[in-house]
């Protein structure tokens, strides 16, 4: 059972920045896929981001050219640095890993933005 232990949510102002932290139980070097999905109250969890193995990389439309994700394999750590956030980004934002055909989630980080 890999753990996934998310950190760095909070409270912002709109166009303001915040940055997540997922660290990962589980060595992360030959992990498929991590990163990011989000749920916002009353809708369905969304990918955000996403690092592949192979270095590929998947945002969102809703967050591109804003949101960046990278991983640090050294660390077991996959990061979402998050800039210019709107309301609308504003949700609970959990962790994710596959590997194989088995996926992971974390607990979720609350992110707050105020207009």
């Known amino acids: 059972q890999v753990q996934l232990v998310e950190s760095g949510g909070g409270s912002v102002q709109a166009g303001e920045s915040l940055s997540l932290t997922c660290v990962s139980s589980?060595?992360?070097?030959?992990?498929?896929?991590i990163g990011w999905y989000r749920q916002a109250p009353g809708k369905q969890r969304e990918l955000v981001a996403i690092?592949?193995?192979?270095?590929?990389?998947t945002y969102a439309d809703s967050v591109k050219g804003r949101f960046t994700i990278s991983r640090d394999n050294s660390k077991n750590t996959v990061y979402l640095q998050m800039t210019n956030l709107k309301p609308e980004d504003a949700a609970v934002y959990y962790c994710y890993l596959l590997n194989g055909r088995t996926t992971s989630w974390g607990q979720g980080t609350q992110v707050t933005v105020s207009s």
């Open positions: 690092s592949r193995r192979d270095g590929t990389k």
């Open positions: 589980k060595n992360t070097f030959n992990v498929n896929t």
